[in-house]
């Protein structure tokens, strides 16, 4: 199958390749945007780089220190919190939300009565402003909030506790409504793949006595590998990039104890005035975020061919 | 459709020119942030832009009208550009260093206007000064910067208190304390009525916590100590700086254990409810407060805990500070002498939630008792300091919310939390 299709494209690429002159509106069309892009994101970016080897207080001319502000990184035990906090996050609010979006999506994906409210609902905190979901669980978990009014009536009020106050639980408490929020937007992207399944290949599979686990197992799953790359570079960048709810709800605190590196890089750049300190963190968010994606695509060409 | 084209293309020819701007002026960010100073002057004789973070509806409301009779006196016209606090704050370097920027702030007097101050970024205000000769020293001083000319104009200060609703504290019959051992008798006394006694909110506010360390430090290391500390002068994890938490560790057991979880409002809403005895704070809180209560609230001053310590309160001063680039130099300093007189003062206090003193000697204040206490407290204090950050710089108050918070919650861990502070404050100095 690969290999027709790999042929027979190759053929009209060659002719036209040879065929066509470049017309100038889409020299003009790549040119243009590429320039805009490179004074908007490239620059910055590449600026972001030269900051980081400065120490720069945002007022005064940046001053250049070298490697200074990675050698500091490496020895400034915030930054490594922040750093094992990532993890955590990356680890809990990724896997949860791709193993709760796929778990709602095949619960909801059969055309049933009612399915499309059950949809609806679950997609709904997908449209919230992630500091309005911030403020609805700050309610949440306020101070004989709801949170502890439900502890309470289930006989559980030993358990209660600052939530969003208490380092042992502040970035636990704070994953939960990224959680909320990202199933959602999980699912939908999980209900796009499993409807675009050949209905056959499961007709196929259950006249060969395949059992539901069976062909979920082996039909559903792998023909979701294109959905999955989406999902996971979505869920990774989403990780790494999430900012706003953990900011919301508790600034990094108490003390940077549900710091993430994306909020320590904000405070150290915005309160301590610290530019090329967090310019360095910046720069670490980027490599991360590029080897853990670049790992991924790598894998998955080296799968395909 | 042949209309639209060359609109395009202009539109795209201008994304080219912000662009080589950008490119030229060697910073993409300087080029952000000028084009996102606001209204530009131009010339001299343009209106002057005030940049406020007076965001709250009165203060607003307050400041919208001064602006109003400012210019209907006709010495010049000004525009007033009310911005959240929060973005004002993060924002404010990038309005100095702007090559157009807003030509007068409203800000804090202190160590924040002397730094920039130091980096010739604020207006010379000596000729403003000339005309407020009847103004305190203290005020005077606070306004002045390293090199000895006035940069900072003094709008209003207000007092930290321990504040309290008389009529609570006459239903659980107790009385005002002087001295630290009395404060602890009185905590003692309301624990045992069922009531956490000292409400504190540093859910997300934890700089409300700093509040207590400024005190506890001018208290029993006296204010010059605590203004070289704050400058860096001298270290966090010095034996003096030890003996305020040791204090402080004293009163820890009566703090409300939820005060954690929420922020300073709350722990109003607190204080008002009942809910707890007494709340650190500064006359801000009133804002929030419902009128009905604001008549039922007392306060008494931070207790003494060695005698032979000079007397100091904190009295935050706020006030406006221009540009050293404004393109309307006379503008703005008539705008700042009439923000000074004694019309303007009162005006501000009138239509403000009212509970702060004019700067100016003659401008009365409102003659509630509250206000009358509150003065009283100030003048007779030998030292005034400003608050935390204030005395310090926005950079250092993070350093100070990990430790304090911390703290709170481990006081065992007491060594071990000052030696981070300081190192962390070290990084802040360094830069």
């Known amino acids: 199958m690969t290999a027709t299709i790999s042929t027979t494209s190759v053929t009209p690429t060659r002719r036209r390749r040879r065929s066509a002159r470049l017309s100038p509106l889409l020299v003009a069309f790549v040119l243009v945007p590429f320039l805009v892009e490179s004074i908007w994101v490239f620059w910055p970016a590449l600026q972001g780089f030269w900051f980081s080897l400065t120490r720069w207080d945002g007022m005064s001319p940046p001053a250049f220190v070298g490697a200074d502000n990675y050698v500091e990184l490496a020895g400034d035990a915030t930054f490594r919190g922040a750093l094992v906090n990532t993890v955590i996050w990356l680890v809990l609010f990724g896997g949860l939300s791709v193993l709760g979006g796929f778990g709602m999506a095949l619960v909801l994906q059969k055309e049933r009565r009612g399915v499309g409210f059950y949809r609806a609902a679950l997609f709904t905190p997908v449209v919230f402003s992630l500091v309005v979901t911030a403020l609805v669980w700050r309610v949440f978990y306020q101070p004989d909030g709801i949170a502890d009014t439900l502890l309470r009536a289930v006989g559980l009020e030993q358990l209660i506790r600052p939530w969003l106050a208490d380092p042992q639980t502040a970035l636990y408490a704070v994953i939960l409504p990224a959680l909320w929020r990202q199933i959602g937007y999980v699912m939908v992207l999980f209900l796009a793949g499993l409807k675009a399944i050949d209905p056959a290949l499961h007709e196929a599979a259950r006249m060969d006595g395949a059992n539901s686990w069976q062909r979920l197992r082996h039909v559903t799953i792998p023909q979701l590998k294109g959905v999955n790359a989406v999902v996971l570079s979505v869920i990774v960048i989403d990780s790494l990039r999430s900012f706003d709810i953990v900011w919301s709800l508790t600034k990094g605190g108490p003390y940077h104890s549900s710091e993430l590196l994306s909020t320590y890089m904000y405070s150290t750049a915005f309160q301590s005035l610290r530019l090329g300190y967090a310019s360095a963190i910046a720069v670490v968010i980027f490599v991360l975020a590029l080897a853990v994606i670049l790992g991924y695509l790598v894998r998955a060409f080296r799968e395909e061919a | 459709m042949s209309d639209f084209d060359p609109g395009r293309r202009r539109f795209l020819g201008h994304l080219g020119l912000a662009g080589l701007g950008a490119l030229g002026a060697g910073s993409l960010l300087s080029a952000c942030a000028s084009s996102a100073s606001g209204p530009t002057t131009g010339n001299g004789s343009g209106a002057v832009t005030i940049q406020s973070n007076l965001s709250s509806p009165q203060a607003k409301a307050a400041m919208e009208k001064l602006i109003e009779s400012f210019n209907a006196q006709g010495k010049g016209t000004a525009s007033l550009n009310t911005v959240a606090s929060e973005t004002f704050r993060t924002q404010l370097p990038t309005y100095l260093t702007s090559a157009n920027p807003p030509d007068l702030y409203t800000w804090y007097a202190g160590s924040v206007a002397n730094d920039y101050a130091s980096r010739n970024l604020l207006l010379d205000v000596s000729d403003v000064w000339k005309s407020l000769g009847d103004y305190p020293q203290s005020l005077w001083t606070l306004s002045t910067d390293g090199s000895g000319k006035q940069v900072f104009v003094p709008m209003n200060n207000y007092w930290w208190g321990f504040f309290y609703r008389k009529s609570n504290f006459a239903k659980w019959g107790v009385q005002e304390p002087k001295t630290w051992t009395d404060f602890l008798a009185l905590c003692e006394t309301l624990k045992s009525k069922g009531v956490p006694p000292i409400g504190i909110g540093l859910g997300d506010t934890p700089w409300v916590a700093s509040a207590w360390f400024d005190y506890l430090n ?84 931070f207790p003494i805990i060695d005698p032979a310590v000079p007397l100091a309160e904190e009295a935050p001063t706020d006030g406006f500070f221009a540009s050293a680039k404004t393109a309307n130099p006379t503008g703005t300093k008539a705008l700042l002498t009439y923000l000074s007189s004694v019309e303007a003062q009162e005006a501000y206090v009138k239509a403000s939630s009212g509970i702060v003193l004019p700067a100016n000697p003659k401008a009365r204040a409102s003659d509630s008792p509250l206000v009358v206490k509150g003065k009283a407290m100030l003048d007779e204090a030998k030292e005034l300091t400003q608050f935390f950050n204030r005395d310090s710089s926005d950079a250092l108050q993070p350093t100070a919310d990990t430790a304090l918070t911390k703290f709170i919650d481990k006081p065992d861990q007491i060594d071990a939390i000052l030696r981070e502070w300081q190192a962390a404050a070290e990084k802040v100095f360094k830069g």
């Open chain 2, 218 to 301: 001018i208290r029993i290391n006296g204010a010059p100590f605590h203004r070289e500390l704050l400058a860096g002068k001298q270290r966090f994890d010095d034996p003096r700086v030890k003996a305020v938490f040791t204090r402080w560790r004293e009163a820890l057991p009566y703090f409300d254990p939820k005060g954690k979880a929420y922020p300073f409002q709350e722990a109003t809403t607190a204080l008002l409810a009942g809910k707890t005895g007494m709340f650190l704070i500064g006359t801000f809180f009133a804002d929030a407060a419902p009128k009905d209560a604001l008549g039922d609230l007392d306060f008494f001053r």
